[in-house]
T-cell receptor, first 114, second 114 residues
């Protein structure tokens, strides 16, 4: 079946450091890919998405490129801030016969320190 | 923000009692979902709906039932709550469209079964 694998956390960085959170996927079809962010006590917010190979999603300084050849969608940010501390979820979406469903990775907690 | 309201937001209940969580949307989206979030598992799909009175099981549906009698409401029922159902429950909505469609999440319902 479809699945998403993320690097385990927590990831701890100093402010202004470079961030990479790895995400790879397995899918029977041709999925769209998403990154969601969850701040403490809140729901999930869409961070960015990409719908086809080589697309780059970007938002708030974060970006990720849909790599079909390596089945990856790694999240990157050039300079993290304390306010970026959250849990990040990679997800894939495939339209099925019964409806469209998201499959999530287990999440990666990011802690950014001064 | 997508118009999704979950209720109750927090609930403590005893083992063996029935519990119903409600998700209400104002977006008139066709698809609605219930996920549960647990440490180490990310988000897992419980049930989803692709229209009024049209529902299907997700990957962790045992012990849960759902109903959707109108477009805007999707109810999740635990017929006889168990401690393993202590979790955070998220409702989500989306609409049928291109592969660029997005799923939006509610704020979550924290359920504790004692």
């Amino acid at each position: 079946g479809d699945s998403v694998t993320q690097m385990e956390g927590p990831v701890t960085l100093s402010e202004e450091a470079f961030l990479t959170i790895n995400c790879t996927y397995t899918a029977t079809g041709y999925p769209s890919l998403f990154w969601y962010v969850q701040y403490p006590g809140e729901g999930l917010q869409l961070l960015l998405k990409a719908t086809k190979a080589d697309d780059k999603g970007s938002n708030k300084g974060f970006e990720a490129t849909y790599r079909k050849e390596t089945t990856s969608f790694h999240l990157e940010k050039g300079s993290v801030q304390v306010s970026d501390s959250a849990v990040y979820f990679c997800a894939l979406y495939i339209l099925t016969g019964g409806g469209n469903k998201l499959t999530f990775g287990t999440g990666t907690q990011l802690k950014v320190e001064l | 923000d997508a118009g999704i309201t979950q209720s109750p937001r927090h609930k403590v209940t005893e083992t063996g009692t029935p519990v119903t969580l409600r998700c209400h949307q104002t977006e008139n989206h066709r698809y609605m979902y219930w996920y549960r979030q647990d440490p180490g598992h990310g988000l897992r799909l419980i049930h989803y709906s692709y229209g009024v009175k049209d529902t299907d099981k997700g990957e962790v549906s045992d012990g849960y039932s759902v109903s959707r009698s109108k477009t805007e409401d999707f109810l999740l029922t635990l017929e006889s709550a168990t401690s393993s159902q202590t979790s955070v429950y998220f409702c989500a909505i989306s609409d049928l469209g291109s592969s660029g469609n997005t799923i939006y999440f509610g704020e979550g319902s924290w359920l504790t079964v004692v």
